[in-house]
């Protein structure tokens, strides 16, 4: 299973044509059909600490919420990262019911991201040399490999994309995976992208 992971930039805009907030937008897709989207919470994306931070290139500190909904717009998940330096990206169900705390190891050598049950055990592991553009996921119980993740270019954007468009990643899975793991491995595909090589 393969999936495109797009990340777009939405500006909103007033009637005098000032910028009111700037979020991220993602887009998932499956052999070129939509799946699922991510978006940026209007609570974090007009956030003036946040736009501030954003715009002095500070914003792997800012805080973000984000809704992960499928395709036909149910949500059926959310995150949660407060303001901060390497804060914890807290993942939750459609219930509510918080599933797993996404912390970073960021070392001279290698970029982590560890998945932990909120009991603290350790659920997946994705890592990468320093400045890679491609990550290895772990099941850590089983210590299989379950996903790798890749940052490609978008070949031949349009002026469209050129100019709103960010990264485009590749999350290629192995048979196995679980739904609980896949959705993870696309928020691990965000932190990856805001976190690390945006920052």
Do not use: C
Not at 122 to 145: C, H, M, P
């Amino acid at each position: 299973m393969q999936l495109m992971f797009s990340t777009y930039t939405h500006l909103q805009i007033n009637q005098d044509g000032i910028i009111k907030s700037k979020s991220s937008q993602y887009s998932i897709r499956s052999d070129g059909k939509l799946i699922g989207t991510i978006e940026e919470s209007i609570d974090t994306s007009r956030d003036w600490k946040n736009q501030f931070l954003n715009l002095i290139n500070l914003h792997p500190v800012s805080s973000k919420k984000l809704r992960i909904t499928n395709s036909k717009g149910k949500v059926v998940a959310h995150t949660i990262k407060n303001r901060g330096f390497s804060k914890d990206i807290e993942i939750y169900d459609e219930f509510g019911s918080n599933v797993v705390i996404l912390q970073q190891e960021l070392k001279m050598r290698s970029q982590t991201l560890l998945a932990m049950y909120p009991d603290e055990t350790l659920f997946l592991k994705a890592t990468g040399g320093n400045g890679s553009l491609d990550f290895t996921v772990i099941e850590e119980e089983s210590e299989t490999e379950i996903s790798r993740i890749k940052k490609r270019s978008i070949s031949n954007p349009n002026l469209k994309e050129s100019l709103f468009s960010g990264d485009l990643y590749h999350i290629n899975n192995h048979k196995q995976i679980t739904v609980r793991q896949q959705l993870v491995v696309v928020i691990m595909t965000i932190v990856i992208s805001e976190q690390l090589h945006n920052a």
